[in-house]
């Protein structure tokens, strides 16, 4: 077979950026450990609410210390559950101050579901069995938006939550 000079050149550049691709791919993965982010603790996806974090109480909004918070959220086809409030209402926007140091810890009850808030660095999937979390710092204040970005079915585009950042 003849192999003319240039085609020989492509398929060799073609040929090594593969390799070097891969021997990346190869070093970030058994020689620096790299994974995909958290997604390392498990739970029950049948009975989440064992888990303290997601027991109906600590759910929402949870005050660390000085602009530090933990807001836990459960979501499930077609919503996001961040409890209720003191009066007992069902919570569907979290009310941060600005300058707030937020993680973000959730699972799924049913099927892998996005949780997205446009306009900062906070993006995870949450899946069933697994607990999720993302850290984000809210400097700026006003009003952002969770979205569902995994298709979880035919409620998927109904599936949001507002945070508003507020300030003091
Ligand atoms: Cu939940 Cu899409």
């Known amino acids: 077979m003849h192999l003319h000079k240039y085609e020989k050149m492509w398929m060799l550049i073609g040929g090594g950026a593969l390799l070097i691709f891969l021997i990346m791919l190869g070093v970030g993965a058994f020689y620096q450990g790299t994974k995909p982010p958290s997604c390392l603790t498990t739970i029950d996806p049948q009975n989440v609410e064992a888990h303290d974090s997601f027991k109906t109480e600590n759910l929402g909004l949870q005050k660390l210390d000085d602009h530090q918070y933990v807001?836990?959220?459960?979501?499930?086809?077609?919503?996001?559950?961040?409890?209720?409030?003191?009066?007992?209402?069902?919570?569907?926007?979290?009310?941060?101050p600005t300058g707030s140091e937020v993680m973000f810890q959730g699972t799924?009850?049913?099927?892998?579901?996005?949780?997205?808030?446009?306009?900062?660095?906070?993006?995870?999937?949450?899946?069933?069995?697994?607990?999720?979390?993302?850290?984000?710092?809210?400097?700026?204040?006003?009003?952002?938006?969770?979205?569902?970005?995994e298709y979880c079915g035919t409620g998927h585009h109904y599936m949001t939550a507002t945070v508003e950042v507020y300030d003091e």
């Open 71 to 96: 807001v836990n959220v459960i979501a499930s086809a077609f919503n996001y559950d961040f409890g209720t409030d003191e009066e007992g209402n069902v919570v569907r926007t979290i009310r941060i």
């Open 108 to 149: 799924s009850k049913d099927v892998v579901h996005g949780f997205e808030l446009a306009g900062t660095n906070a993006n995870m999937m949450l899946e069933p069995g697994y607990i999720n979390t993302v850290e984000t710092t809210f400097n700026k204040p006003g009003t952002y938006t969770f979205v569902c970005n």
